[in-house]
Nanobody, 121 residues
Framework: QVQLVESGGGLVQPGGSLRLYCAASGSNFRIYAMNWYRQAPGKQRELVAAISSGGNTNYADSVKGRFTISRDNAKNTVYLQMNNLKPGATAVYYC???????????????WGQGTQVTVSS
């Protein structure tokens, strides 16, 4: 019904920047909240940033002031601008969306496949 595809990850030096993208595709759905999670080796998955349908945002304390989440509803796309990257940001970043399926009014959470971000000299 709905697919999420992330892109924009890669290798960057400490202090550098990356911009992640997540595009939703499918039919007969309405997107509400969109989020970015990350998971580093040996660690639990954590919420990095969230944005509501109205544009309200929340961030993990570890990224406040350096990461910015935004969305383009016309393109069904959410972005994560990451500035002043630190080695601790190295992880697989996953897009997540809360979606209502029009035909059934079911609320479903969808996940993307993940994109690798590596911060290293």
């Amino acid at each position: 019904q709905v697919q999420l595809v992330e892109s924009g990850g890669g290798l960057v030096q400490p202090g550098g920047s990356l911009r992640l993208y997540c595009a939703a595709s499918g039919s007969n759905f309405r997107i509400y909240a969109m989020n970015w999670y990350r998971q580093a080796p040996g660690k639990q998955r954590e919420l990095v940033a969230a944005i509501s349908s109205g544009g309200n945002t929340n961030y993990a304390d570890s990224v406040k002031g350096r990461f910015t989440i935004s969305r383009d509803n016309a393109k069904n796309t959410v972005y994560l601008q990451m500035n002043n990257l630190k080695p601790g940001a190295t992880a697989v970043y996953y897009c997540n969306a809360t979606v209502v399926i029009t035909a059934t009014l079911a609320t479903v959470r969808y996940w993307g496949q993940g994109t690798q971000v590596t911060v290293s000299s």
